[in-house]
């Protein structure tokens, strides 16, 4: 990972806060690592699995994807967020000529 110390300690502790405010059962628990493991697969994995047509919707424009997240190693200063657009909207990190890119993979 390459991540800022505080970044990663935050990681690495929100998960255990949360256990301690929320009562959650370990099946839920062991269902959101497994959903963060396929995340990670899918975005490092080189390929878009996400369907054209999804691309078209809300979802795609505030979820992270393999297109977006393979932009990301390309253009090196871009598309930090790991899995909400949100954070590279907000951070100003997003690609310039994302929509554009996009607008050619659909």
Same mark, same amino acid.
């Given at each position: 990972?390459?991540? /800022? ?19 959650? /059962?370990?099946?839920? %628990? ?13 975005? /490092? =994995? =080189?390929?878009?699995?996400?369907? &054209?047509? %999804? ?10 994807? =393999?297109?977006?997240?393979?932009? /990301? ?7 930090? =967020? ?9 951070? &100003? ?14």
């Amino acid at each position: 990972f390459s991540f /800022h110390p505080l970044e990663t300690l935050i990681n690495a502790l929100i998960l255990p806060v949360i256990l301690m405010v929320i009562p959650m /059962h370990p099946i839920v %628990l062991l269902v959101h690592l497994l959903l963060m493991t396929i995340t990670a697969v899918i975005n /490092h =994995g =080189g390929i878009e699995v996400l369907p &054209k047509w %999804l691309a078209k919707t809300i979802l795609a424009k505030i979820w992270i994807s =393999g297109f977006h997240h393979a932009q /990301h190693h390309l253009h090196i200063r871009y598309n930090y =967020g790991l899995f909400f657009n949100f954070w590279d909207w907000w951070m &100003k990190t997003e690609s310039p000529d994302l929509s554009q890119r996009i607008q050619e993979f659909v």
